[in-house]
């Protein structure tokens, strides 16, 4: 006979309480195998794909793309024997599906240390999932039907709206962010009224108020809040410091041709990596952090270096583990691919916690400078700006140089004007001599 287990949306990461449902990888009808990747979301942190922990056919998805769930809410019903090869179970025990076993669970990626069996309150508009009784004794209902592997994305009252009216989802196009159907769509089809005109590119756009809303949420969510919060814990300081980098500029251009640094991608910012490591050692409180809870400040004896990249769902901030041990190659090597990955959208949740330091890149902007806001777990954070050619004062002669700013922001709690000083004093100066390193 059939058995029936439900997937619960698992914590992929340290704290997190819920997701948003970006896209489904499987359909009812599917059949799946175990640790096959079934559903992707978007955590505050990064998109993660997760996968299922049995092997069996899909009957069931409760929850459209586009919705956001809680942590320990039933996202997919299965059937792990279809072909009703498991011994019959007793009677009394047949009323209640087996739950996720937690031995069964833990091998796969993205999964926190939650039980899958939590009980949470549902989400306001998620689909709740069927009750077990119901699941044991008849085959979960199936989901609406896709045509074409289309499934409307509408909200639960948006969807009941419509079979009221008896107007078809799959005739319309969504004018809410991400191609969302809203109850205005559905009474406009019902009315016989043409939808809005609504691109890919303007979705949620306004003609009357020629204003368009996207919903916060997810990675933007996530950084608003840290943000904020850092801006109003922390009293921030901020500092500055303009330097003559060509000695650095030229140093990279050797290494370029040379044969260690073949096919290496040697940027400014590897050695703004290094300095900032090398001048943490004779500064670390820069690198301490503030414990509030135990009226403590601890020191790391170690670097976990953020840096800050700016993606197409916000900005992240993933960490090279232990950037103070890598050389200059082994951290040009780490950048690059750091960056690569977060561009992709593949930052792991897991890649963006424990940060000790982070460096923020605005000269690939092109900005000279700023006052970069210190990440939430951290005590300074460094902001590197453009070079450019720049008059300069050399040996009392006005020369061209390569010359770029350097802003410098530290919670004043942990870290004094003179040690924020001094730490900004070294970094600049090994970025504009980088044979002071061996002095170090």
């Not at 940060?355 to 900005?367: A, E, K, L, M, P």
């Not at 070079?387 to 530290?410: A, C, H, N, Y």
Request: hydrophobic share 45%; proline share 8%; glycine share 8%.
């Amino acid at each position: 006979m059939p058995e029936y287990k439900q997937f619960p949306l698992s914590d992929t990461a340290e704290g997190l309480t819920e997701a948003d449902i970006l896209a489904w990888r499987v359909k009812p009808g599917d059949t799946v195998t175990v640790n096959q990747i079934v559903v992707e979301v978007e955590t505050a942190k990064a998109a993660v794909e997760l996968p299922i922990p049995w092997a069996g056919v899909v009957t069931e998805l409760h929850v459209e793309p586009g919705q956001t769930v809680e942590v320990g809410t039933p996202i997919l019903t299965m059937d792990v024997d279809p072909d009703g090869k498991a011994a019959p179970a007793p009677a009394a025990a047949s009323a209640e599906p087996a739950a996720p076993a937690e031995e069964e669970m833990k091998p796969l990626v993205g999964y926190g240390s939650k039980a899958a069996g939590t009980t949470r309150r549902a989400r306001k508009g998620a689909t709740p999932a069927p009750a077990p009784a119901a699941v044991a004794a008849a085959p979960a209902p199936v989901a609406e039907t896709p045509r074409g592997g289309y499934v409307p994305l509408a909200k639960p009252p948006v969807r009941k709206l419509a079979k009221d009216l008896g107007v078809d989802l799959h005739s319309l196009t969504g004018s809410a962010d991400g191609g969302v159907i809203t109850r205005d769509d559905v009474h406009r089809a019902a009315n016989g009224s043409a939808a809005p005109a609504v691109s890919t590119v303007d979705s949620g756009y306004d003609p009357a108020t020629r204003e368009r809303r996207v919903p916060i949420k997810g990675v933007r969510k996530a950084t608003a809040a840290a943000m904020v919060q850092s801006a109003y814990t922390a009293p921030h300081v901020t500092e500055f410091l303009t330097i003559d980098v060509t000695p650095m500029m030229e140093l990279r251009e050797k290494l370029k041709k040379s044969r260690e640094f073949s096919g290496v991608k040697l940027t400014p910012l590897a050695f703004a990596a290094k300095a900032v490591c090398l001048a943490a050692k004779r500064t670390p409180d820069v690198n301490a952090v503030w414990d509030d809870a135990a009226q403590e400040i601890v020191y790391k004896d170690y670097v976990h270096l953020g840096i800050a990249a700016a993606t197409p769902r916000g900005l992240v901030v993933p960490k090279i583990r232990d950037a103070d041990s890598l050389s200059l190659k082994e951290l040009a090597v780490a950048l690059t691919e750091l960056t690569d990955v977060a561009r992709e959208g593949k930052t792991t949740p897991a890649a963006m916690l424990g940060g000790t330091f982070t460096i923020t890149n605005v000269g690939v902007f092109g900005v000279d400078t700023g006052t970069p806001i210190i990440n939430p777990g951290e005590s300074a954070i460094l902001a590197v700006g453009a070079i450019r050619d720049t008059p300069w004062v050399v040996d009392g002669e006005i020369k061209v140089r390569k010359v770029m700013q350097l802003s410098l922001s530290f919670d004043h709690r942990v870290v004094d004007g003179q040690q924020g000083s001094e730490f900004l004093a070294d970094v600049g100066a090994l970025l504009a001599d980088p044979a002071v390193a061996i002095t170090y």
